[in-house]
């Protein structure tokens, strides 16, 4: 099933830049329940705080180089957590080596966005996560 | 080897990952002109982007180390059009929404130099990128260092990749 318009969706990002980016081409998409943080730290708590609420993310879309806490750390956290196991989670990242991609999926990565990319580009990301 | 053979090697990745992500995410072609030795610390633009860059080269069973630089220098007006196009809302001075473009200009970059620089035996490190601004700002880069500069151009105008390589 694709994933809904009003589908509440977390966009982690140490670099606002990046954020405000994915923000942009989730909203020409059609997506208005968008939440941010700078950092998978924040991240982390808004997802527990999220769950706890009883209105827990739909989607998580995450950088994978952070300073405080990276992406692939926030992950494996998610993964290890029973209530968050099959949360959907996108990785963004600048780097694009095949190992990357193969510790991402060890992790349980729902799926993998190498930057450049474009809104059509991230649509296919996630319309293949949501299929 | 030579150092100019490497150096040459080095920067081709780079040139072409500036062509490609401009392409996609600021939706502009880009032109390279002619490299040119830099010799004095003085940045070009108004705004320079910085990624500090090691990695070791694994070359004919051999495995040495380098250090480099890699800058994005731009005036403000092209700076200020690349920001517009890439975060989709125009921008017409350099303010804090937007200093972050270059650094995440140079981030992408590199993250595609490094997997393309891969093949030819270099293995990079990247670092967090830095920002610097005002007129006639300095970058600095290691001492005894060569720098080449290559002007670069996309419609949104012209701005200054900056690199250099150091064995060791």
Not at chain 1, 106 to 115: D, L, Q, W
Request: hydrophobic share 40%.
């Amino acid at each position: 099933m694709p994933l809904k318009q009003d589908a509440k969706i977390i966009i982690i990002d140490d670099m606002q830049t990046m954020r405000k980016i994915i923000k942009n081409m989730l909203l020409k998409m059609g997506h208005k329940n968008l939440e941010e943080a700078d950092d998978g730290i924040p991240g982390w708590e808004m997802i527990q705080n999220a769950h706890e609420s009883g209105k827990p993310y739909d989607l998580i879309i995450s950088d994978w180089n952070m300073p405080g806490m990276t992406g692939i750390d926030l992950l494996k956290k998610i993964r290890s957590t029973d209530a968050y196991k099959k949360m959907p989670f996108l990785m963004v990242t600048a780097e694009a080596e095949q190992q990357n991609v193969i510790i991402a999926v060890k992790a349980g990565v729902s799926n993998f966005i190498v930057k450049p990319f474009s809104a059509v580009q991230l649509q296919d990301k996630i319309d293949k996560i949501f299929k | 080897m030579s150092t100019h053979e490497k150096f040459i090697n080095f920067s081709k990745p780079f040139i072409d990952g500036a062509k490609n992500v401009f392409k996609t995410m600021v939706f502009s072609e880009l032109e390279h002109g002619k490299p040119q030795l830099k010799s004095n610390p003085i940045a070009k633009g108004d705004i320079s982007a910085i990624m500090g860059l090691s990695g070791k080269l694994i070359k004919d069973g051999q495995e040495t180390t380098f250090k480099g630089m890699f800058v994005m220098s731009f005036p403000e007006s092209t700076y200020c059009k690349v920001a517009s196009a890439m975060l989709m809302e125009e921008h017409s001075e350099i303010t804090d929404d937007i200093i972050d473009v270059g650094a995440e200009l140079t981030n992408i970059i590199t993250g595609n130099a490094k997997k393309n620089l891969n093949p030819d035996g270099y293995f990079l490190d990247m670092s967090t990128p830095s920002t610097v601004s005002g007129k006639d700002h300095k970058v600095n880069y290691p001492s005894n260092t060569i720098v080449i500069m290559i002007p670069m151009n996309s419609s949104h105008g012209e701005f200054f990749i900056e690199l250099c390589y150091q064995d060791g």
